[in-house]
C-alpha cells in the first residue's frame, strides 16, 4: 500500500459499507487508494475533515438539464454546477429536451456539450419511442448512456409511449433496466376537464392516482409478460407502493424529496411552484412513500430537477408548466429529514449511491472503496441553514423550499479525487466525465 497520497480526507466519520466509524481516504489519480488509519501516511494535499462525515458521492439519477433547445432554463453547466453546489458528484439526465434523445448523434452532442463544461459526472437516458425501437439495443449500450426513458404519460416536451403495444415493444426490444414515467396518458386525456383554471391544486385531482396505478399495473404486466427489469420514477401515491411492493423481481422504485416533504396543502401557499408530474398529493400519500422507504421497498431517491423560469410558473393554472428545481436541495432536504429521523444516514446513502449502482450497473461509484472513484459528498450534520433562492445555482434560480430552516449541510463536492465544490464555493472549472457502465464497458 502506497504511503504517499495526491490527497487525504482526514479525520471524518466515513458512512460506508462496514457501517459508520473514524477514518481517512487516502487517494491518487481520482480512485480511492486506502481506506483506514493514514496518519502515518503523507499526502499532496490534507483535507481536514474532523467534524464532518464523509459520504459515498450523491448520485442524482433523474435531471433535466434542457440542453439542447432550453437553455433559457437551464443548461449542463447550469445544471450541474447547481448538482455540485447541493453535493451531488454524479447525475443522469433526462431526454426530453430538444431535439430529443432518441439517436446516437443526439447522445453524442450532449456527451459533447458536457465535456469540460459539466461539473460532475454525467450520463444521458436515451428516449424510446415507437420509432427509435429497432435502434434501442444499440443506443443502450452506447458509451454515456444511462439507459432508456419512456414517458408513457405526457410531460413537458413531446416525448411519448402511451399505449401497451408501444412499451411492449421496447421491453421486448431493450436488455438494460429501462426507466418509465408512469401515468396513464389516456386517462389523462379524458380527465383533462378536471382541472380548474387558476387553481393548481386541482393538479392532483386531473393526474389522479388512479392515472397512475394504472399505468403502473400496465407496465408491471407487461413487463412481466417480457421478462423485463422496469425503474418506476417518482413513485408518488401509497396504491403503487403497495402494488409495487409483490413486483420488487423486477421493478425497482424511486421516490423524490419532494414527494417526501411537500402536500396538498402547501398548493394554497406556493401554487405552481409545486406544480409537478406526478403531483404533489394528500398526506397519506407522503406517508405511505416513508413507509415503503422504511420497509426498503423504495430503491433510490432522483430529484427529478425539472426546471422553468419564475416567468414560466406565473402563468395562470393549467398554463403553467410542471417542474421545480431539485438537484441542489436534495441533500439538505434529506439531511434535514436525517435529522429529524426519518430516515437513517446509512438508508440516505442506500438510497443515492449503492442504490443507483445497484440498479444501474455502475462501474466503480456507489462506495467507497479501494479502487472505486474518489467521489464523495462531504456533509455537516449540525450545520443549520436556512435555503434561499439565491443560493440556488441553476438559470432558473428559485426553490420552493426558499424560507425552509435545514439542519445538515453538503460542505464539500469531491469528483474523482478533485475537490469541485468546499464551504459552498465552486472550486475548479467543468471537468466531469460520462459515468461507465457495467452493462457497457467498451470492448
Ligand atoms: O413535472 C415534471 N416536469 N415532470 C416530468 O416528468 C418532466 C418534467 C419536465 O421536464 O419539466
Request: aromatic share 6%.
Amino acid at each position: 500500500m502506497p504511503t504517499t497520497y495526491d490527497m487525504i480526507l482526514k479525520g471524518g466519520t466515513l458512512v460506508n459499507q462496514n457501517g459508520v466509524g473514524m477514518g481517512d481516504l487516502g487517494i491518487t489519480n481520482g480512485t480511492i487508494a486506502a481506506i483506514g488509519d493514514l496518519a502515518q501516511a503523507s499526502a499532496g494535499q490534507t483535507v481536514d475533515c474532523r467534524g464532518l462525515h464523509l459520504l459515498p458521492g450523491v448520485i442524482d439519477t433523474q435531471v433535466h438539464f434542457r440542453e439542447p433547445g432550453a437553455t433559457h432554463k437551464e443548461d449542463l453547466e447550469s445544471g450541474s454546477r447547481a448538482a455540485v453546489m447541493g453535493g451531488v458528484t454524479a447525475v443522469f439526465e433526462m431526454p426530453n429536451t430538444d431535439p430529443l434523445t432518441t439517436s446516437a448523434a443526439a447522445l453524442e452532442d450532449k456527451l459533447a456539450r458536457a465535456a469540460s463544461r459539466m461539473h460532475c459526472d454525467h450520463a444521458f437516458w436515451v428516449g424510446g419511442t415507437h420509432d427509435n425501437v429497432a435502434d434501442l439495443a444499440e443506443l443502450e449500450r452506447l458509451p454515456g448512456a444511462a439507459g432508456i426513458k419512456v414517458f408513457m404519460g405526457s410531460s413537458t416536451g413531446s416525448l411519448m409511449v402511451p399505449d401497451d403495444a408501444g412499451v411492449e415493444a421496447i421491453l421486448r426490444a431493450t436488455r438494460r433496466r429501462a426507466a418509465f414515467h408512469s401515468e396513464d396518458e389516456f386517462m389523462l386525456r379524458a380527465q383533462a376537464g378536471w382541472r380548474v383554471p387558476g387553481d393548481p391544486s386541482s393538479h392532483p385531482v386531473w393526474r389522479s392516482v388512479a392515472a397512475a396505478l394504472s399505468s403502473t399495473h400496465r407496465l408491471v404486466a407487461i413487463a412481466r409478460r417480457c421478462g423485463a427489469r422496469i425503474h418506476v420514477l417518482h413513485v408518488s401515491t401509497a396504491e403503487e407502493i403497495e402494488f409495487l411492493k409483490d413486483h420488487k423481481d423486477l421493478a425497482s422504485i424511486e421516490v423524490t424529496p419532494h414527494h417526501l416533504t411537500l402536500e396538498d396543502a402547501d398548493y394554497a401557499r406556493l401554487g405552481t411552484l409545486i406544480q409537478m408530474n406526478p403531483p404533489v398529493r394528500a398526506v397519506r400519500h407522503r406517508d405511505a412513500l416513508w413507509a415503503g422507504l422504511a420497509q426498503g421497498i423504495a430503491d433510490i431517491l432522483g430529484s427529478d430537477h425539472a426546471p422553468h423560469t419564475r416567468d414560466e410558473k406565473a402563468k395562470v393554472y393549467p398554463e403553467s408548466p410542471s417542474g421545480m428545481t431539485g438537484v441542489q436541495t436534495l441533500v439538505p432536504i434529506m439531511l434535514d429529514h436525517v435529522h429529524h429521523g426519518r430516515l437513517s444516514l446509512q438508508r440516505f446513502v442506500d438510497m443515492t449511491s449503492a442504490g443507483p449502482a445497484r440498479l444501474f450497473g455502475i462501474a466503480c461509484k456507489g462506495r467507497m472503496a479501494v479502487g472505486y472513484d474518489a467521489d464523495v459528498t462531504v456533509v455537516d450534520l449540525k450545520r443549520r441553514v436556512t435555503i434561499e433562492d439565491k443560493w440556488i445555482a441553476s438559470r432558473s434560480n428559485w426553490t420552493p423550499y426558499a424560507g425552509r430552516e435545514v439542519t445538515g449541510w453538503p460542505v464539500g463536492t469531491i469528483v474523482r479525487g478533485r475537490t469541485v465544490m468546499w464551504q459552498d464555493e465552486l472550486q475548479t472549472a467543468g471537468q466531469g466525465a460520462p459515468v461507465r457502465f457495467t452493462e457497457s464497458l467498451p470492448r
